[in-house]
């Protein structure tokens, strides 16, 4: 009796694995599915990939050549970036001249047209504190904290020049002379155009006013 029903359990599996063997397979819809994504959407995703980077998108844009600030560019001679073109007169700037054009009597003889006031001496001290106090020290000696021998100690820069004090090189030289000393620099002293011509003069009131020589030449 049990090996009838083995051999009968048997047959039926036999049937079984006939049935599906001749019985048409269906057709799978993710197969197709997988057969687009392989040939439409993973191309296109490469060309994406550099989209995204770090969860920003488009990040390209940023690295495409161009000239950064500071950055030297030699296009067309130019070695400085950024410079406007030749004959370029910043607004308010028509009536200013042109230092750097100048023969040194030129320069010396340039003459003060701020008045040595309250408010410009103010200016000035704030000016010289931001700007020159550094290398020139807080009451112009030439010992600032980058100022070194002979008047300053520690600082990378030796043979900073006292613009007050007994010492004060300022003493010896034009309003003129100083202002365009500010304006393009002289020896290892860099230019501070930055700073508006009119402030640049209330320096020069200031320096005056530091020596005890007054605000104007």
């Known amino acids: 009796m049990f090996l009838e029903q083995q051999r009968l359990f048997l047959e039926q599996q036999r049937l079984s694995l006939e049935q599906q063997r001749l019985s048409p397979k269906p057709k799978r819809a993710g197969h197709w599915a997988r057969l687009a994504f392989i040939f439409f959407v993973l191309p296109l995703s490469f060309g994406c990939w550099e989209q995204v980077d770090g969860g920003e998108w488009f990040p390209q844009m940023k690295r495409q050549i161009t000239v950064q600030a500071f950055e030297e560019n030699t296009y067309v001679g130019q070695a400085q970036g950024f410079s406007p073109p030749e004959g370029t007169v910043p607004v308010g700037w028509g009536a200013v001249p042109d230092v750097a054009s100048l023969t040194i009597p030129e320069q010396d003889a340039l003459v003060n047209p701020v008045s040595s006031s309250l408010q410009s001496l103010k200016r000035g001290e704030v000016l010289f504190h931001r700007y020159c106090a550094t290398c020139h020290g807080p009451e112009g000696l030439g010992n600032g904290p980058l100022a070194g021998p002979p008047f300053g100690t520690d600082g990378p820069f030796g043979m900073v020049l006292p613009v007050g004090g007994p010492s004060s090189m300022a003493k010896l030289f034009s309003d003129g002379h100083i202002y365009t000393t500010i304006s393009i620099g002289r020896g290892r002293m860099p230019n501070y155009k930055r700073i508006p011509p009119s402030e ?10 530091l020596n005890g020589q007054g605000g104007r030449s």
Not at 200 to 209: G, P, S, Y
């Open 200 to 209: 640049r003069w209330d320096l020069v009131n200031f320096l005056r006013d």
